[in-house]
């Protein structure tokens, strides 16, 4: 499985554009970048994930890379409730025995500031 | 819907005791993976199944085991408990085992071994 490099901690301003920053250099062709975080002592929550292409929901944005050694995501306005350990993932290949577990590294820690 | 549930929320128990902890996966759900989160070595897999059949296992001693139902609720159970298992025991479920197929954890069962 792909490795993740991740920022320890990040700040952000409340109502500003939180863009966390993950490289996964190794990543091979059909493997899915995965975003989740978890917010203290609650199980993690899922927020997005893609293969090639940029993707948006209610909760985020993931913009990869064209190489797709590397993503970005973007929580447009960010709240004081979105102070959290934010970790990117890389998983699969789908259809390999990996497909069921997720590998979380030690993430990022963004701390939303009023 | 409702989302993953496990039970029970909060357990202690003593060295070289047994414990099951239970997990009922989003209904319809098929794929039911469990991590264990430790301040020391971060969120770690221990193993998924789907259909009633263990499809991976992560690197823990065969003290861990699990096994799912056919109504795809699933249970683990350490047996010889040390003091070293004490963390946070997560369930995640996903519609089938597959990349493309996000996981969604629950609230986790907090262990203390004593």
């Known amino acids: 499985d792909a490795k993740t490099t991740q920022p320890p901690s990040m700040d952000c301003a409340e109502g500003r554009a939180a863009n966390l920053p993950c490289n996964h250099s190794t990543i091979s062709g059909n493997e899915y970048v995965y975003w989740y975080r978890q917010i203290h002592s609650q199980g993690p929550q899922y927020i997005i994930h893609?293969?090639?292409n940029n993707e948006t929901n209610e909760m985020a944005s993931l913009i990869i890379t064209e190489d797709r050694k590397s993503s970005t995501l973007i929580l447009p306005h960010a709240t004081l409730r979105d102070t959290a350990v934010y970790y990117c993932i890389v998983r699969g290949p789908h259809g390999s025995s990996n497909t069921g577990k997720l590998i979380f590294g030690q993430g990022t820690t963004l701390q939303v500031k009023p | 819907k409702a989302g993953v549930t496990q039970t029970p929320r909060y357990l202690i128990k003593t060295r070289g005791q047994q414990v099951t902890l239970s997990c009922s996966p989003i209904s319809g759900h098929r794929s039911v993976s469990w991590y264990q989160q430790t301040p020391g070595q971060g969120l770690q897999f221990l193993f998924e199944y789907f259909s009633e059949t263990q499809r991976n296992k992560g690197n823990f001693p065969g003290r861990f085991s699990g096994r799912q139902f056919s109504n795809s609720r699933s249970e683990m159970n350490v047996s010889t408990l040390e003091l070293g298992d004490s963390a946070l025991y997560l369930c995640?479920?996903?519609?089938?085992?597959?990349?493309?197929?996000?996981?969604?954890f629950g609230p986790g069962t907090r262990l203390t071994v004593t």
């Open positions: 893609g293969l090639k």
């Open positions: 995640a479920s996903s519609l089938v085992s597959g990349s493309d197929y996000e996981q969604y």
